[in-house]
Antibody, heavy 121, light 107 residues
Framework: QVQLQESGPGLVKPSETLSLTCTVS??????????WGWIRQPPGKALEWIGS???????YYNPSLKSRVTISIDTSKSRFSLILTSVTAADTAVYYC?????????????WGQGTLVTVSS | DIQMTQSPSSLSASVGDTVTITCRAS??????LNWYQQKPGKAPKLLIS???YLERGVPSRFSGSGSGTDFTLTIRSLQPEDFATYYC?????????FGQGTRLEIK
């Protein structure tokens, strides 16, 4: 059974950098069949795709966030990470990591439990 | 970006009812459409992929149909555990986008 677990600070100050890591267990992060993505959900709102990464390091970002986002992967540690710079209150959300089927725009068949990140001074 | 529009935004129904949720894409996406169920405080769960493929373990009372721009999720014989929020998501290209959600409530 594949499991994903997000980790990182739950509180970030405005203008600072949000940094989260997703650790994958129960399956290979180096599988050629899957991509690994970050999705967020502001309180009471809909889901927003942030970006995805392949085990080779190829990345795909949402244009609306591209200037502030970096996603990286460490296959030796079976984890991938999200960095979001210059955060504002609008970045307050539950952040999920997920496994995507077959493509960076594939469906998300396994999800982490999500971690709430609040942007506040 | 491809915009996904769901209707209705909320829906009240009773146990045993059949309900239908609609998702419309702003351009043709063939059958590259997924449906998720999300319960409060939980991550979304993939129910249906490729418009009509039921994911493993998902009850057969859930079904999906459609192609091009118009899609539907139907839930027959509603069970208490089905009351949740449902999202559609296209898998046609990046950036992937989700619908705004349909909240299914108990009448």
């Amino acid at each position: 059974q594949v499991q994903l677990q997000e980790s990182g600070p739950g509180l970030v100050k405005p203008s600072e950098t949000l940094s989260l890591t997703c650790t994958v267990s129960g399956g290979s992060i180096s599988s050629s069949n899957y991509y690994w993505g970050w999705i967020r959900q502001p309180p009471g709102k809909a889901l927003e795709w942030i970006g995805s990464i392949y085990h080779t390091g190829s990345t795909y970002y949402n244009p609306s966030l591209k200037s502030r986002v970096t996603i990286s992967i460490d296959t030796s540690k079976s984890r991938f990470s999200l960095i979001l710079t210059s955060v504002t209150a609008a970045d307050t959300a539950v952040y999920y990591c997920a496994r995507q089927e077959g493509a960076p725009y594939g469906g998300c068949d396994y999800w982490g439990q999500g971690t709430l990140v609040t942007v506040s001074s | 970006d491809i915009q996904m529009t769901q209707s209705p935004s909320s829906l009240s129904a009773s146990v045993g009812d059949t309900v239908t949720i609609t998702c419309r894409a702003s351009q043709s996406i063939s059958r590259y459409l997924n449906w998720y169920q999300q319960k409060p405080g939980k991550a979304p769960k993939l129910l249906i992929s490729a418009a009509s493929y039921l994911e493993r373990g998902v009850p057969s009372r859930f079904s999906g149909s459609g192609s091009g721009t118009d899609f539907t999720l139907t839930i027959r014989s509603l069970q208490p555990e089905d009351f949740a929020t449902y999202y559609c998501q296209h898998s046609y290209s990046t950036p992937i986008t989700f619908g705004q959600g349909t909240r299914l409530e108990i009448k």
